[in-house]
DNA sequence: CTGAAAGCGCTTACAG
DNA sequence: CTGAAAGCGCTTACAG
């Protein structure tokens, strides 16, 4: 039934196809029709110029007919090379990676690159490395690492300087195209508009991260304010449990002001806030980070700092058309690829902050 | 510099590697270790079972010793079948794809297979079909196409039916593996719960679809109570979009109870009520769809029909797995394909709904 | 500008 | 059980 020698010549009949490529044309079909070799008609699908006019016609006219497309697989083998991004990301649920790899998406369809999703294994270590060895496996053009909780170093060390890849936040590499999202900025912004408003401290609710660059930033701006800072309060990424944490902390008087690490978590604190009987933003106020797409529909819409995430990731993905295309011309590779880009994200100043009661 | 005939044989040192694979083992490589042919090698690498014990042993210790990886890429040449799996989904931003594709993610992984995301342009006709060609193109191993806004048709109808496909919502095809998610009885359900508790109707927001089985469900539970159904109010998937609506809605005394197409519309509507002066649960009932995963964390938390997303990707996978096996055992072919699972959802009662006030 | 040849790394009848 | 051969559909030097 399957596919023998001599199958494709003796005309390949037989039952349905397969798979969806089944009996589609192949590059010899449209060479017989259009009267031409196979490296012509290779040729031509690089660079039409490079073939003379009468058999970039015969050539256009054969692929119309038999409505002929290239078999992308072939070409990757051919090739090492296949043409398409793989994206490494973990848990893709959470807020910042679903727009990420929606501008990623985005213009990678724009560039005609599908794109292929490895899922970093949250476990770590060794499920992680052999999700990311299998999807190297496949010859992808290049990856995107989204890196937010930063489990990248055993992952980048992996990928040959050779690969186009670009990472987007993380701490900083050598000799790599990275993206940076300067959270330590807008989280220090944050802070001292918080202080600003009268608040003697801001308390600090921290989502999981190796290395968190916003409680950096907090703490820096509560360090050249010379307010001592409050221990940071540690939660997970399910808004759930910081409902409990906003009851903790909406029985001590004295917090005013809450930071949290990202707008899911700050959600979950006002309602504990609100359950343990404190008002937002007239007993205190909370901040939230990214700018959810819920957070201007909150009750009361929340103060956050808003990130730039899928545009982040289209442009992460034009970044890397560009190493890409400097691999495929084989020219300066590896070398020119340093790049660290930034895009900043901004405060935007809701309801849920206010001046500190006198 | 790249790779030319000859290359492999005489030892491929050269430059760096171009892609990943760049000098990895081959199938050929391993074989000259383990002292056996290239065939012997494929037949060990599909089922180890039909090589001698011998030989067996010695491949085993030639793979470890080169640390070789069969190439995904020249095994879906040979077979017209690539080991993966594309996702074909219109906007993935919005939750209930994305706790789909992760649900889709997790199994994909668990048995082995990739996952390509095709993202449906949503602006539809030829330029979505064209993804949907590109992505074909690859030959997946199987496809699931997520119809939460039934577009379905036109795709469904590009697909051979000869290639494993799983379709997760929609309206019903058949002769296809469908995964059905039973929104007509939660929304009816949802329904004539707000009216035992005492509401005279119920009001319905409509979240853009062009087949809308949440509100056939709201309309006959309505006619079923003899209760006349206001006219649906349509709006997008922007959250803020309901917020207006929410607040014209609750200009008018008469409405006490609101059921949203989703939860992020409901949230919409709250802070919307809440704008126009009215309290929820205590003026007006609301609510929404989905159990998003912010729904608990409302203020109030938010009434809603729990949907199983993930857990219906992760039986997609399943399903596709089982057509996948069949036809690359070559049995049964797209005969016995036709089901059509219901993963149900349950009614979660919060606070954002109440019992009429008298 | 163009074609014949060899190669990419696998798989599958076929004939021992 | 196993190897030699041919094939999957492309690409790229090489030599006109």
Redesign the interface.
């Known amino acids: ?3 023998y020698p001599g199958t494709h010549t003796t005309g390949r009949g037989g039952f ?7 009996n589609a044309p192949s590059i010899r079909d449209v060479a017989a029709v259009a009267n031409v070799s196979v490296p012509t008609m290779s040729r031509y699908l690089k660079d039409p110029e490079r073939v003379s006019e009468k058999k970039r016609e015969a050539i256009a006219a054969a692929i119309e007919k038999l409505n002929y ?6 070409r ?2 051919a090739l ?3 043409e ?1 991004i ?1 994206v490494m990301s973990a ?3 959470l807020y910042g990676r ?2 990420t ?2 501008g990623i ?2 213009k990678a ?1 724009e560039i ?1 690159y ?6 970093l ?1 949250p476990r770590g270590g060794e499920r992680m490395l052999s ?1 990311v ?8 053009a290049g990856v995107i690492l989204i890196d937010f909780d930063r489990l990248t170093d055993s992952v980048v060390s992996r ?5 186009p890849m670009v990472i987007i936040g993380g701490p900083r590499h050598e000799r790599r195209a990275q993206i940076h999202l300067c959270e330590y900025d807008s989280a220090y912004a944050m802070t001292r508009r918080l202080l600003e408003l009268g608040h003697e401290t801001v308390h600090y609710v921290s989502v999981p991260a190796d290395v968190d660059a916003r409680a950096d930033g907090w703490r820096m701006a509560l360090s050249d304010a010379k307010v001592p800072a409050p221990a940071p309060i540690a939660t997970t990424w ?3 449990d ?2 409990e944490i906003g009851r903790r902390l909406g029985e001590d008087p004295s917090v005013t002001a809450i930071f949290a690490g990202n707008d ?1 978590v700050a ?2 604190l ?2 504990g806030l ?1 359950l343990a009987g404190r008002r937002v933003p007239d007993d205190v106020s909370v901040a939230g980070f990214d700018d959810h ?2 957070s ?4 009361p ?1 929340l103060t956050t700092v808003r990130q730039r995430f899928s545009e982040a990731g289209e442009h992460a993905v034009a970044l890397l058309k560009e190493q890409i295309d400097d ?1 495929v011309n ?1 020219c300066s ?2 070398e020119a690829w340093t790049v660290f880009d930034r895009i900043a994200g901004d405060l935007v100043e809701r309801e849920s902050t206010a001046p500190r009661r006198s």
């Open positions: 039934m399957a596919r349905m196809p397969r798979t969806k490529r089944g497309r290239p078999n992308p697989i072939a990757a083998l090492d090379m296949s398409s793989t848990d893709t649920r679903t727009q790899i929606f998406e985005r369809q005609g599908p794109i292929t999703i490895c899922v294994d999700n060895r299998s999807c190297l496996d496949r010859s992808p990928i040959p300087a050779s690969t399910d808004a759930e910081a409902i899911e959600m979950g006002m309602r609100t797409t819920l201007k529909v909150w009750n819409p691999v084989d590779r590896g």
